[in-house]
């Protein structure tokens, strides 16, 4: 793990574009920070707590300033598991309200359960799922050492609670994982008709570097969110039809043309679970 400067102030380390494994430590997924005058602002939390610890170490070595607040993009394994390294220095967390849902759900404790086994032993009985010291409800800004933070709440898109916080000094963007760069984006249970209005609306910032949630920085931010949201637009479109025409998912999975997609890392492994997803929320939209 190596910390890359961005702009004068702020910061990020990248994550490897694969799946998360005890061989990476779920080093999988990008996190920033910023220097102010009063202490480091950071941005994801990584998905262990040693990865955490070496972000500190990396923090660390560019200024003796203690961290002061985390703000959580979205509560993805693979950006939280790292916050109880942080809450116990005393670190103040951030997050959208919209995450409790899933703090308190069987699916976030079955998976930290499964965690515990297949990330081992960066994952292991010790960790915890860590709550928010101060849940947003929408939009909010920071200010810490005169330096401001615009903090939006974009979501339902890739998560309910999806948050990216803008620094307007430098105009840099953390985007979370509305954004992935070199990688098929992960759509789970996303909401992609308004992940595609929240795109539209990172790009009114304006920014000029953007750091995604994967994958290294872009300085060309129209069309590096064009990649995603042509992805979301496609799956929408082809699954769309099939659902419409009650077309069995396996046969319009098989009938779609993939090509212009099939280039990109983890397309393999990613593809056909984000196309069944969608299929299912095309049905449900349909029906509403």
Known sequence: M?????APSAWYVEGVSALGSPANQNFISNAGFV???AGVVVIDALGSPALAERLL?????????????LIVTHYHADHIYGLQTFRARGVRVLAHQ?????????????????????????????TRLVQADQWLSGDHDLTVGGVRFEIRAVGPAHTPEDLV????????????DLVFRSRIPYVGQADSRHWIVALDRLLAFNA??????????????????QVTRDYLVYLRQSMGQAAAQLEPFDEAYQATDWSAFEHLPLFRVANRMNAYNTYLLMEQEAGK
Do not use: F
């Open 165 to 176: 916080v803008y620094l307007p000094s430098e105009k840099v963007l953390y985007a979370g």
């Open 98 to 126: 919209a995450a409790r849902l899933y703090l308190n759900s069987d699916t976030a404790r079955l998976r930290l359960q499964a965690s515990r086994t297949e990330l081992a032993p960066w994952i292991d009985e010790d």
């Open 57 to 69: 170490a990396q923090i660390a070595r560019i200024t003796p300033l203690p961290v002061t607040h």
């Open 208 to 225: 000029r570097v953007v750091v995604p949630g994967h994958g290294p920085l872009s300085q060309q931010a129209r069309q590096d969110m």
């Open 2 to 6: 190596v910390a890359q400067r961005v």
């Open 35 to 37: 220097l102010t005058p």
